[in-house]
């Protein structure tokens, strides 16, 4: 017999957590593990927990979803790592995949999808529910429109590793302006560390051409 997929479950809605719990626990080829509230817990347990699949959530009080997928990504890449979030937008799906996420579902799905996303990313494929799909058809090329042609300026600078002082000296602007700038960026992006940056600018290809094709 197939060994059950661990899940672990991370929401600061208790009642969210335990319904998706109770009704995950239906499947035996599934085994939920443990049902967390923040962000925090799950960074803190997760080499103990070792989980295949983590339901996570965004917007959780401590160390919000994002910060937590990084930090779980950089010591078990392995992990398959599922938003589970009630916002459709595009700055929310973007970010999220941009953080390392294989998949994005919507709070308000069927319980059985939320089993075949597990199923999914465990064989190694993205997925996207229905509603977040459509998001991202409705604006191509998701959260770089909303990029001022300065941030985009600064956004293909700051991936190349620059300074803010490097990047002030080349666009001839002051250090305060750059960190004013790359803190709109990280703001509008949800990305909370230069290594984010970095990694979102090469998987959108910034990286590959130059300020003006950003």
Known sequence: MT?????????????????????????????????????????????????????????????????????????RPDTRILILSMHDSTEYINSALSHGARGYILKDVPTDEIRAAILTVMAGRQYLCTGATSALETKPGGMRDQLTNREQTILLQLAQGRSNKEVAAALNISVRTVETHRKNIKTKLGISSTAGLTRYAMEHGVLQGTGSRI
Not at 22 to 33: F, G, M, P, R, W
Not at 46 to 59: F, G, S
């Open 3 to 75: 060994t059950p997929i661990r899940v672990v479950i991370v929401d600061d809605h208790p009642m969210v957590a335990e319904g998706i719990q109770a009704i995950l626990e239906t499947y035996d080829d599934l085994n939920v593990v443990a049902a967390l509230s923040n962000g925090q817990e799950i960074v803190d347990q997760v080499d103990t927990l070792a989980p295949d699949v983590i339901l996570l959530d965004l917007n959780m009080p401590n160390v919000n979803g994002l910060t937590a997928t990084e930090m779980i990504l950089e010591r």
